[in-house]
Every structure is written in C-alpha cells, then in structure tokens.
C-alpha cells in the first residue's frame, strides 16, 4: 500500500511537468527570425498598423536589392479559430519571407483576437493592415494596385473578406489611413470558413463560434453570421481567388469552399480556381506544400503580374 501512494505521489509531482512539456513552444522572437531569414531579405518586426490593441502588429519582409520599379505585395494573415495563432508561428514567418526573397514586398499580420474583441474587429484589423501598407506604398517600393493575401482557415475567411467587402459594406472600423483602400487584387484561401449561416451538413452557425467569434445579442446572430460570411459578399467585380480545400477536413467542412467557389462563379467573377484534395485534412496547405506552395506563387505571379 505505501508503495502504492508513493508511486501515486511521484506521478502527482510529474504531471505538471509532462503538460509543460506538451505546450507548443514559444513562438519566435524577432531575432530568431532574423536569424533564419533566407539571403537577400531585410525585416522590420512589431509595426503598428492601428493603436487601439498590442495585437495591432505587422512584421514587414522586404527584398535587399532596391528596385526601379514599385514591386507587388503580399498580405499574409494567420489561422488559430480567430482565437489564436501568430503572425510569426511557423509558416506564417517562412512565407512572406520565402516571397520577399522573390522580389515581393511581403507583411504578416497580427489581429485582434476573440479573448480582446469578437468579429467584426479581426476583419477591421486585416483592413486596417492593408491600408497601412498602401499608404506607405511609396516609402517601401509597393505597387499599390498589385496586392495579394493568403491565409488558411480563419486567416483564410480574413483574407476573403480583403478580396470582398467594400467601404459601403461597413466593415472598415475606426482605424487610421481611411483614404486608402482595404482591397486586394488577388486571394488565396485555403480551408476556408465562407458560410456561417450554412455550415456543413447541420446548416445554422456552429454553437461555439457563436459565443466567440460571432458573440453578441442572441437575436442578431444570423444577422452577424450574414455579414461575418465572405459569400455573401461575392459578386462580379471579385479579384482573382484561389481556394484549397481537403475531403477529410473535420475542422472546416469542405463544402464550405465549394459552396463559395460555386457562389463567386454564380455572380460572375472572372477568375475562380479550385484545388481539391482526396484524405487530406485541415492542413492541407502544408502536408500538400509541393504542389500548394508553388500553384500560389504561380496563381499570384500571374495575378499580380509580378515580374
């Protein structure tokens, strides 16, 4: 018997550190991304896009060599459920960077989050950004009519809505640089959230995202679900969008992404690429990376008429 407790008193004492052990580590600093940064690429950490929230931040990645020509831009826009994630976790990093070394001028975007502010603040946020980087346009060498974005997952709906809802759509927010344009010209999205009012087989909006993202007033939620969701803005006038999506995806169901592509074809957009995946999940962007990673260079290359 007292070998038992003690037995029980050492996997007591353990515990904690075996869950400290299994928490995701610390997302990089500024330095250890520098450190790592492919050649030829010059980065600026923590930008302040807006002041009303810490989380208001841009990392900026530019290419070394000066150029005569103002360059095209990327936006690139972070997941985590719109209640988590970094702008310098994994991917979120080695992309804008992988594009600056291409000759992009390229920003990763922090946003509110949930635990701060529920929708439409992270759209506002991403607006906000893009108006940032237009109005310095020139101080940075952009060509502020050839901007893209890319996200996966929440940063994918983000994304969309960049490609999407228009100053008359009300989703601007209060933030600086109003005079300049929240669009872009050319999205890719992969596991996109698009639908909240039609979510998978069950229909109505996901009772969890209900209390988060999409909280406020029981009444007004289908109205919140209507405007939080990128198909119900999409309309002729669509820049160029790309979507990804895998079968298995048990996060973000895949019709989400084929109802969106069918209703951006349906108005009349101009360019809708799809990109389906047989037994891939969520991740489908990075466990796919071979063929997803250079079918968006390619698609933004083009869009964007980057040269």
């Known amino acids: 018997m007292r070998r038992c407790i003690a037995l029980l008193i050492l996997c007591l004492i353990a515990l904690p550190a075996i869950a400290q052990q299994r928490k995701r580590p610390p997302d990089p600093t ?16 923590d930008i302040a896009y807006d002041t009303q929230s810490k989380a208001q931040k841009l990392d900026l990645y530019l290419p070394a060599n000066d150029s005569q020509q103002p360059r095209a831009a990327v936006v690139i826009v972070h997941g985590g459920g719109w209640s988590g994630g970094d702008k310098r976790r994994g991917q979120w990093w080695r992309i804008p960077a992988d594009y600056a070394a291409a000759g992009y ?6 946003y509110r989050l949930t635990d701060e502010a529920p929708s439409p603040a992270q759209v506002e946020d991403a607006k906000c950004a893009v108006r ?7 101080e940075y060498g952009v060509d502020p009519n050839r901007i893209g974005a890319y996200g996966n997952s929440a940063g994918a709906h983000l994304v969309s809505m960049l490609g999407l809802v228009k100053v ?3 989703q601007e927010g209060t933030g600086p640089h109003q005079d300049q344009s929240s669009m872009v010209q050319a999205v890719v999205a992969s596991a996109t959230p698009a639908d909240f009012q039609n979510w998978g087989e069950i229909g109505n ?3 969890r995202l209900g209390k988060t993202f999409l909280a406020g007033p029981a009444d007004e939620l289908a109205k919140r679900a209507r405007q939080a969701s990128p198909i119900s803005f999409a309309r002729d006038d669509a820049p160029p969008f790309f979507l990804i999506h895998g079968n298995a995806d048990r996060t973000v169901p895949i019709m989400q992404s084929e109802r969106f592509a069918k209703a951006l074809r349906d108005a009349g957009a101009k360019e809708v690429r799809y990109m389906m995946f047989d ?3 969520h991740g489908v962007f990075g466990s796919q990376r071979l063929l997803t990673y250079p079918a968006m260079k390619a698609f ?7 040269r």
């Open 205 to 207: 909006v996901p009772s």
């Open 300 to 306: 933004f290359d083009e869009a964007l008429a980057h």
């Open 30 to 45: 500024a330095d250890q991304v520098k450190a790592q940064l492919p050649a030829g690429v010059r980065y600026m950490a």
């Open 279 to 281: 037994n891939e999940g």
């Open 168 to 170: 008359s759509d009300d």
């Open 132 to 138: 940032w980087l237009r109005a310095h346009a020139t």
């Open 105 to 110: 001028v390229a920003i990763s975007v922090n």
